[in-house]
């Protein structure tokens, strides 16, 4: 896959074989979700209360031993400090911080609480250089942090402890008080209710009240740590200005790729269509100086320029369908990747999920398609080809595969590198995988309309 080359074919016929696609494709999409069983919502909650522990256990683990050795380097170094060495001792302690808020930040999005990350300033040379981290405002916070998580952890994980185990403790009471001493008074018996069956009913009672409200607990647990995370780790101009920069690179990717299309657009109108109705003036005008004198040559001469007026025709709608082919916009993404696959030699496999974009994502989407099989086509040598557009989460994924030569490359210069370029401007990414001998997967992801 390198350059596009997409071929030329009468556009009455693609809409007339496809134009009960898209009901087709909403057909399987139906079908697809109709065979997916939902998951039991008991079940759900258990393994969101079992998610929620396992974080709340691996918080107070990581608070536990940041505590230790934040505290120790931070007192080691400013009693250092006039060594000098106590300021690099200091960084690393600042660094050890920012390790802990990592961690922490990863066990909050393994229980559903994802926040975003900050960035660090780098070492860099000189003396200067690598102190840079202690004039960092945030890695001080993630020192405080350190502090308050240990405080806040040793709180959360007693009380887990306490709700899970003293749950399970209190529904398996009837089991395991067998075994107490004869002389062990419980609670009923100190407020006046002796005897087994009081025994028996207030642990069960109790056992299940804490069971049943465990994955509230925990999960409330788990929200405080995310609120005091948010507070202290998440620097929101660090990530405001990554965002601009991120949005600001996609932007200028677009722009660049929406240059490099009406340049190749403008060369390809020059060297194809142009030139042909160049030709057409030409023909008409040297008929219509022989058609008194030569009628036999006027007349062939005529023939040649309706033939020349068929293929510029011909070119100018192959070039439309590059840009925002009518199938796109009347009929929808199934039919018009279809429409793709089906003016393709080789064959090629399309399924095609309902997925949610919008006009520009769209088009891109089309777009990706439409130059990955006019290379499949051009230049991979391959006797099979698959184009499948998937709805996974809030991203619509495309992969196109085939089963060629390989060799196709991101890399500047190569015709993919605009399509990642016009995916950038839809916040779209793209892979490919192409290595020698084949087979080429070429994967891209755009996110979808909420």
Known sequence: MTDPDIRAEPATEVLDLYDVLPDRAAARATDARSGQSEEDPVTSMIKGAGRNLAAIIGMFAVSLAAFVACTTLFSLGVGLIVLVVGLFILVACLIVAGWSSRMTMALLDYAGITLPRTRYPAAGPGFGGKLRRLANAQSWRDLLHVLINFILSTITFSLALTWVFGGLGGVTYWFWSRWLPQDNQGLPELLGYPGRIAELTFNSVLGALLLITTPFVLRGLVRLHGAVAYALLVDETSALRQQVSELTQSRTAA?????????????????????????????????QRRLADDPVQARALLDEALQQSQDALAEIRTLSRGIAPPILAEQGLPAAITALAARGTIPTSVEVDDVQLSDAAQNAAYFVVAEALANVEKHSRARQASVEV???GALAVMNITDNGIGGASLAKGHGLSGLADRLAGVDGTLTVSSPTGGPTQLTATIPQQP
């Open 390 to 392: 998937r709805g996974v």
């Open 255 to 287: 722009g660049e790729a929406e240059v490099h299309t009406l340049r190749r657009l403008e060369r390809d109108l020059h060297d194809g269509p142009q030139q042909r109705l160049v030709r057409l003036g030409m023909d008409l005008s040297a008929a």
